[in-house]
Nanobody, 123 residues
Framework: QVQLVESGGGLVQAGGSLRLSCAAS????????MGWFRQAPGKEREFVAA???????YYRESVKGRFTISRDNAKNALYLRIDSLKSEDTAVYYC?????????????????WGQGTQVTVSS
């Protein structure tokens, strides 16, 4: 059974940093694309960042320079470091995994999702 479990969220002051983690289990994900999405209150879930099986990375324009996505295939883990947090980063953050060859910036590209971790930024 494939399972993704996010952790690392919390309440952080604006300007601070967080590192989100996603532990994947159930099979090997080294050949998959992996991504982070977020959903703010009252808004639709949106793409944040993705790292492909070949370690190419892609980011939402508004987070470039502040977010860093990485993966550790040996640990079946995905990470998202967030620096210079802003109030607009407040959301539930989800990790997801999907096969190569699909679009990486929409939900359609991913087959498996975690339950999410809450990030709240206080000003």
């Amino acid at each position: 059974q494939v399972q993704l479990v996010e952790s690392g969220g919390g309440l952080v002051q604006a300007g601070g940093s967080l590192r989100l983690s996603c532990a994947a289990s159930g099979r090997t994900f080294s050949r998959d694309n992996m991504g982070w999405f977020r959903q703010a209150p009252g808004k639709e879930r949106e793409f944040v960042a993705a790292i492909m099986w070949n370690y190419s990375t892609y980011y939402r324009e508004s987070v470039k320079g502040r977010f860093t996505i990485s993966r550790d295939n040996a640990k079946n883990a995905l990470y998202l470091r967030i620096d210079s947090l802003k109030s607009e980063d407040t959301a539930v953050y989800y990790c997801a995994t999907g096969p190569p060859g699909r679009t990486i910036d929409t939900d359609r590209g991913y087959d498996y999702w975690g339950q999410g971790t809450q990030v709240t930024v206080s000003s």
